[in-house]
């Protein structure tokens, strides 16, 4: 099964420079971003070949980014949260490319323009069941809910804005219990589910 997951980085810039000794605080709560990345492509000895991530940058300045890791492809990445936000910052010193063209920076590691609605166009073209993670959804049952290709829609350290609750109100809310959690525990659960 295919997974995927995608992650809006409210305040996480989309052009400049990321603080790497403060990616909690002034570089926009990379550190969020960075664990999510960890959480959905790493296992003890290698990396998942089923997963991939997308970041969404949105707190500019300029224009909004998505950066996508691609397991299967990916190379040359660590699993600790500076080397992640570090590959991040390489990223934001390229020009944002145009909205749906995905420029590889590196083996398994591409960026784009645009933000969550053009990654639910796209997933939506390729077939992906799509989902949004909010604890106020409908409880998960990965035998259920299960595709060939599925995908999740989490947010950094803040709640959804009305912005991006109009952009997924077609989708399908799951829940994995009635507190919220962090997004990289989500992700760890849907995968032990999933698994």
């Not at 998942?48 to 991530?53: G, L, M």
Request: aromatic share 6%; proline share 4%; with cysteine.
């Amino acid at each position: 099964m295919n997974r995927r997951f995608a992650i809006i980085g409210h305040r996480a810039p989309s052009s400049g420079k990321i603080n790497l000794n403060d990616l909690a605080g002034s570089s926009g709560r990379i550190d969020v971003l960075a664990r999510a990345v960890n959480t959905a492509l790493f296992l003890s000895h290698g990396i998942r070949d089923d997963t991939d991530i997308a970041l969404h940058l949105m707190g500019g300045p300029g224009p909004a980014r998505r950066i996508w890791f691609q397991g299967s492809k990916l190379r040359g990445l660590y699993p600790d949260e500076r080397a992640i936000a570090g590959q991040v910052a390489k990223a934001l010193k390229e020009p944002v490319p145009a909205i749906g063209q995905l420029v590889e920076l590196h083996p398994g590691f591409w960026h784009s323009g645009g933000g969550i609605e053009q990654t639910i166009l796209e997933w939506n073209r390729e077939g992906v069941r799509l989902f949004v993670l909010d604890a106020d959804g409908e409880s998960f049952n990965s035998k259920r809910h299960g595709s060939e290709s599925i995908g999740f829609i989490l947010s950094d350290d803040q709640p959804f804005t009305d912005g991006d609750n109009q952009i997924m109100q077609h989708l399908e809310r799951i829940s994995l219990g009635n507190q919220w959690l962090q997004g990289h525990s989500c992700i760890s659960i849907l995968h032990h589910q999933l698994d």
